[in-house]
């Protein structure tokens, strides 16, 4: 033996020796479902404010393609976590979170290109609209939660909570720390509810806050799940005496320069979302003051605070599973087995296929979703709460099935984000409201006769062309049976039945409305031209939601159809 190792047959190159990933392209510009959305709401905007747009999008894209990719990376590996500092080194407590450069480096990054507070920045002249503004929640999400994605959804959720409801004097002191150009807090803020009695009930807080002569409130209590321990964070806490729970600001350090009350217990164990740190605080007469009237805590909390979290935890997902369905069509293009290609397998392509259609429609509803919030349509009631359920559950169950694809190299942690991206979806499934939570909440938005005509005329709008077409034929049929099933069970089964139905409810609510997007989309281009994608899309998701993801295929649909198969997967 007088050969170097790297001469060893066994060591010779083979199918995936060049395989580079997708590092380095630009997450923007190969994300058809994103650019369609962004062009098509911003059809109205002035041709500059849409030029400008797009551009920012576009560099953010290649942001998160390149140097944020490497970065969060990076910054999750053993050592590279974030750690709690209790003490300063003469003894004294500082409870501070000290993360890594790279991930410092990614936050700041993110933070300074505007992606939570463009509107804060001199430079920028235009409006900073949802479409905009998400767009770049989404593609953040493409690398996973990554340390800055929960960061981002609650620094957004108390921006927007401040603009509402925060005094004069709380958005002259806050709003520069959380949403300034050049603010050295990197989306460092934070939505403490979760006791160890139940994060669910949050009637069940045993947090009280009391009044002081000043007019601050004095919390003593505990917090089990503090995500993002940082510079400023809500809180709730019932108020002395009541039942009632108020909604409270609470800054890190206080007005004297000295550290607010509270104590680290210690950082949490998490499966996923590592690169942020998770901690359980207790609050030993830390100083709080009312965010908005006290006696309105939870209405407070439910309307500005969780809604922004429940949304940005809705686009995550959408950028979680992306990912997903990209990391697994570009292994499949190079890996080999049998002698040739995985993705020439038609079980293997109908795999990647129904990934596609799934992400696909979760992409362009929660697109449609947030321009809804815009406009304060009655909707957004039904979908803020249904696609925080069904984006993240179905971000799990697209990044389990990538993982399958890539075989065993789609477990290994430095082969791919894949098994990060999952462990995040799971967490995403959780936090902001368990799914039996979640589902809950969607069934109460639905039973509100308003609400559901909303939803009703929603839907209605967005498939009323796709009787023109016959190649819409098979899903318009499937849309209109499961939609008069929804209506049928609305009116006609009881509370009982409906409670202990309440996932699968939620389920059809979203067939329905994912499917009349579809309808939408198709039809928007039939208009103009002889054929759309999205007529494929539309029978493929038709076929997933009446017969179930592993049902046999339908003979006569997209899935035995090679054209179609291969456009849906090369989309
Ligand atoms: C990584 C991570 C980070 C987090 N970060 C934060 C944070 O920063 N701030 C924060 O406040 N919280 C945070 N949470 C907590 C999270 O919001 C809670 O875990 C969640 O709300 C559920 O609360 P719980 O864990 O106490 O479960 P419980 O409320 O005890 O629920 C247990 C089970 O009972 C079910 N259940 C409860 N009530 C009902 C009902 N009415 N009907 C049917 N089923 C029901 C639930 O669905 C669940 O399956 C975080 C959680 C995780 C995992």
Redesign the pocket.
């Known amino acids: 033996m007088n050969h170097h190792i790297s001469d060893h047959p066994s060591l010779k190159p083979y199918d995936i020796s060049n395989y580079s990933g997708l590092r380095g392209k630009n997450f923007y510009e190969i994300d058809r479902a994103l650019q369609r959305a962004v062009a098509r709401y911003s059809e109205n905007f002035a041709p500059d404010h849409k030029a400008a747009m797009e551009a920012h999008i576009k560099g953010y894209g290649e942001l998160v393609g390149g140097v944020l990719d490497e970065l969060t990376e990076k910054s999750h590996k053993e050592g590279k976590y974030g750690e709690v500092v209790k003490f300063d080194r003469t003894g004294k407590r500082i409870d501070q979170i000290v993360y890594s450069t790279e991930q410092t480096q990614s936050r700041k990054i993110s933070y300074d290109y505007g992606v939570v507070n463009l509107d804060f920045h001199s430079s920028w002249k235009h409006p900073f609209p949802n479409i905009h503004r998400y767009a770049l929640t989404y593609l953040m999400n493409l690398n996973g939660e990554g340390g800055v994605a929960c960061p981002l959804a609650?620094t957004d959720g108390i921006i927007y909570a401040l603009k509402q409801i925060g005094t004069d004097r709380q958005k002259e002191k806050y709003l520069p720390l959380v949403a300034g150009e050049g603010s050295a807090s990197h989306f460092m803020a934070?939505?403490?509810?979760?006791e160890r009695v139940?994060?669910?009930?949050v009637l069940a807080n045993r947090t009280v806050a009391k009044k002081a002569e000043n007019g601050k409130w004095i919390l003593v209590g505990e917090?089990?799940?503090?995500?993002?321990p940082g510079d400023l964070w809500v809180t709730t806490a019932k108020i002395e005496g009541t039942n009632t729970i108020g909604m409270f600001l609470v800054p890190r350090i206080k007005e004297d320069g000295e550290l607010n009350g509270h104590h680290i217990l210690r950082k949490?164990d998490?499966i996923?979302?590592r690169g942020k740190l998770?901690v359980e605080i207790i609050y030993d007469n830390v100083e709080a003051e009312e965010f908005g009237r006290p006696s309105h805590g939870i209405v407070n909390l439910i309307k500005y605070i969780i809604k922004i979290s429940r949304i940005h935890v809705g686009l995550g997902a959408c950028g979680n599973a992306r990912r997903g369905v990209m990391e697994a069509i570009e292994y499949a293009k190079w890996r080999t087995a049998y002698g040739k290609k995985v993705n020439q397998f038609s079980s293997y392509a109908r795999s990647l296929a129904e990934m596609q259609i799934f992400q696909t429609a979760m992409t362009f509803v929660n697109f449609r979703s947030v321009d809804l919030v815009e406009k304060e349509h009655l909707a957004a009631e039904v979908l803020i709460p249904l696609l925080k359920y069904k984006s993240s559950s179905q971000a799990s169950w697209i990044t389990q099935k990538a993982i399958l694809c890539l075989g065993g190299n789609g477990i290994i942690g430095d082969f791919s984000p894949l098994p990060r991206l999952h462990n995040d979806s799971i967490?995403n499934e959780?936090?902001?409201?368990?799914?039996?939570?979640v589902t809950?909440h969607c069934l109460h938005a639905l039973q509100k006769n308003k609400v559901f005509s909303a939803y009703c005329e929603l839907v209605e709008t967005l498939s009323k062309d796709a009787k023109s077409y016959p190649a819409l034929n098979y899903a318009n049929s499937v849309f209109e049976s499961k939609f008069s099933e929804l209506k049928n069970i609305l009116e006609n089964e009881s509370k009982e039945w409906r409670e202990i139905n309440r996932v699968y409810i939620a389920d059809l609510t979203y067939g329905v409305v994912a499917l009349a997007e579809y309808l939408e989309q198709a039809s928007f281009d039939l208009k103009t031209k002889k054929e759309s994608i999205y007529s494929d899309f539309a029978n493929g998701y038709a076929e997933l939601f009446q017969l179930g993801a592993d049902a046999p295929r339908k003979k006569d649909g997209v899935f035995l159809n090679p054209e179609s198969l291969e456009a849906i997967i090369q989309y």
């Open positions: 609650m934070g939505q403490y509810v979760t139940g994060g669910s009930n917090k089990w799940f503090c995500s993002n949490k998490i996923g979302s998770t967490i959780t936090w902001e409201g368990t799914h039996l939570i809950d």
